[in-house]
């Protein structure tokens, strides 16, 4: 796949999603895709991050996950392809429950990985690929 000239990729920044806290952008638009980061749970107005339940979390993180797709001209409709990070497997069923409210019509294609540690000490984390 030939990789777009830096003038057909848009950095997306949306004021309604957590800034970056690292050297990447919130989401890149390359043509009619939108590559999205990990969102995980920080409010996107105080920088801190929701702590709680795992629903409420996972429900941080999606909010934050569709601010960035809005951002990009898009929505969780066009999410073709979804990454989720745990760092306990026991928090699948809770999670995949807030998630199926998010993508309840043609869900997106998705794996989901444990992991030793998250940024921020997040229990989750979601990144995706949506498609105009």
């Known amino acids: 796949m030939k990789v777009p000239p830096p003038s057909?990729?848009?950095s997306i920044k949306s004021p309604n999603a957590p800034a970056a806290i690292g050297p990447y952008s919130q989401g890149v638009l390359a043509g009619n895709m939108l590559f999205c980061s990990g969102?995980?749970?920080l409010d996107p107005v105080s920088g801190e991050?929701?702590?709680?339940?795992?629903?409420e979390e996972a429900a941080q993180v999606l909010d934050n996950l569709?601010?960035?797709l809005r951002a990009g001209g898009l929505d969780f409709?066009?999410?073709?392809?979804?990454?989720v990070f745990l760092t306990s497997?026991?928090?699948?069923?809770?999670?995949?429950e807030v998630y199926a409210r998010y993508?309840?019509?043609a869900p997106p294609a998705r794996e989901t990985i444990q992991v030793a540690a998250l940024p921020r000490?997040?229990?989750?984390?979601?990144?995706c690929i949506a498609v105009r």
């Open 39 to 41: 969102q995980i749970s």
């Open 66 to 68: 569709g601010a960035v």
């Open 49 to 55: 991050m929701i702590r709680g339940e795992i629903e």
């Open 121 to 127: 000490g997040a229990r989750v984390e979601i990144s």
């Open 103 to 105: 993508f309840c019509e």
């Open 77 to 83: 409709q066009h999410a073709v392809q979804c990454t």
């Open 89 to 96: 497997l026991d928090d699948y069923a809770p999670v995949n």
């Open 8 to 10: 057909l990729r848009n």
